[in-house]
């Protein structure tokens, strides 16, 4: 069956980067994978897409510069680099693939996150 | 951005209920829109996709129904394990925005 593993909670001083991992099994790694976001008692905020056949991304204006996601096709994973991180940063972060979605490129509609993984709780604090 | 807007915040209901949520977008998203279950410390789940379809595995009570800029979830005869929070989520356009969410909780 389809499973998304994420790495483990991290704890992390303003300004510094955090890098979180989504390592996938149970299918062929080519479904196009997502980040998103859940700060404590809100709801979520998409944050990236990439298409692993090939790398390529596009980001949240939000984050734009901040933000980075990569794979490994090798070991299927994919990662989600954070950097600059203030305390807004604290929250769950998700990775989740995309079924069922129409893309040109990284630009992508319809769409729906089928699988998602555990979860890695980031905690940004001085 | 589009701005999906859901309501109601939260709700109580009893076990056996009907129970209806609203979602709805500041602009025309088609059925480009999904509907997530959540419960507290677990990842999300899909329980509905393109507005109407029902997701592999989940229970016939879960229904959705809409287009255009509004979109609703039904829940017949609620079940013990369907107290959890619901968002909805639009996927027109990037960034794919979520509601708020709907909170379900036993009356």
């Known amino acids: 069956q389809v499973q998304l593993v994420q790495s483990g909670a991290e704890v992390k001083k303003p300004g510094a980067s955090v890098k979180v991992s989504c390592t996938a099994s149970?299918?062929?790694?080519?479904?196009?994978m997502h980040w998103v976001r859940q700060a404590p008692g809100e709801g979520f905020e998409w944050m990236g897409i990439?298409?692993?056949?090939?790398?390529?991304?596009s980001y949240a204006q939000k984050f734009q510069g901040r933000v980075s996601i990569t794979t490994d096709t090798s070991t299927s994973t994919m990662y989600m680099e954070l950097s600059r991180l203030r305390s807004e940063d604290t929250a769950v972060y998700y990775c989740?693939?995309?079924?069922?979605?129409?893309?040109?490129?990284?630009?992508?509609?319809?769409?729906?996150?089928?699988?998602w993984g555990q979860g890695t709780l980031v905690t940004v604090s001085s | 951005d589009i701005q999906m807007t859901q309501s109601p915040s939260s709700l109580s209901a009893s076990v056996g209920d009907r129970v209806t949520i609203t979602c709805r977008a500041d602009q025309n998203i088609n059925t480009y829109f999904n509907w997530y279950q959540q419960k507290p410390g677990r990842a999300p789940k899909l329980l509905i996709y393109a507005a109407s379809r029902l997701q592999s595995g989940v229970p016939s009570r879960f229904s959705g129904g809409g287009s255009g800029t509004h979109f609703t979830l039904t829940i017949s005869n609620l079940q013990p394990e369907d107290f959890a929070t619901y968002y909805c989520?639009?996927?027109?356009?990037?960034?794919?925005?979520f509601g708020q969410g709907t909170k379900v909780e036993i009356k």
């Open positions: 990439i298409n692993p056949s090939g790398g390529s991304t």
């Open positions: 149970g299918y062929t790694f080519n479904n196009y």
């Open positions: 989740a693939r995309m079924a069922g979605g129409y893309c040109s490129g990284t630009t992508c509609s319809r769409g729906y996150f089928d699988s």
């Open positions: 989520q639009e996927t027109y356009s990037a960034p794919w925005t």
